[in-house]
């Protein structure tokens, strides 16, 4: 099994960049894929970006392309997204996600997330 535990939300300037963490736990973490999702105030939780196992494979939700870079460091059992750009619309909590399967990840059928992080991007 897997715990998440993400970080390095908080206040920033519309144009600025952030980049959240997710620290996971378990012995087994470079055989999940990874993905990040975030929920807007009165939304529903959207995807944002996924990570296959390897690193080698990424994919983006339109609203996100060439703004924000989703990476990860096995040795570290960590996922990263870096937000670069930032508008007042990705306001929202961020939260990671792991799975076996990669297209659950995209989907959001996922069997482990985090608790989240909260991003305010202020205008």
């Known amino acids: 099994q897997v715990q998440l535990v993400e970080s390095g939300g908080g206040l920033v300037q519309a144009g600025g960049s952030l980049r959240l963490s997710c620290a996971a736990s378990g012995r087994t973490f470079s055989t999940y894929h990874m993905g990040w999702f975030r929920q807007a105030p009165g939304k529903e939780r959207d995807f944002v970006a996924a990570?296959?196992?390897?690193?080698?494979?990424?994919y983006y939700a339109d609203s996100v392309k060439g703004r924000f870079a989703i990476s990860r460091d096995n040795a570290k059992n960590t996922l990263y997204l870096q937000m670069n750009s930032l508008k007042p619309e990705d306001t929202a909590v961020y939260y990671c996600?792991?799975?076996?399967?990669?297209?659950?990840?995209?989907?959001?059928?996922?069997?482990?997330w985090g608790k989240g992080t909260l991003v305010t991007v202020s205008s």
């Open positions: 990570i296959s196992w390897s690193g080698g494979d990424t």
């Open positions: 996600a792991a799975d076996k399967i990669y297209s659950a990840v995209i989907a959001g059928r996922i069997n482990y």
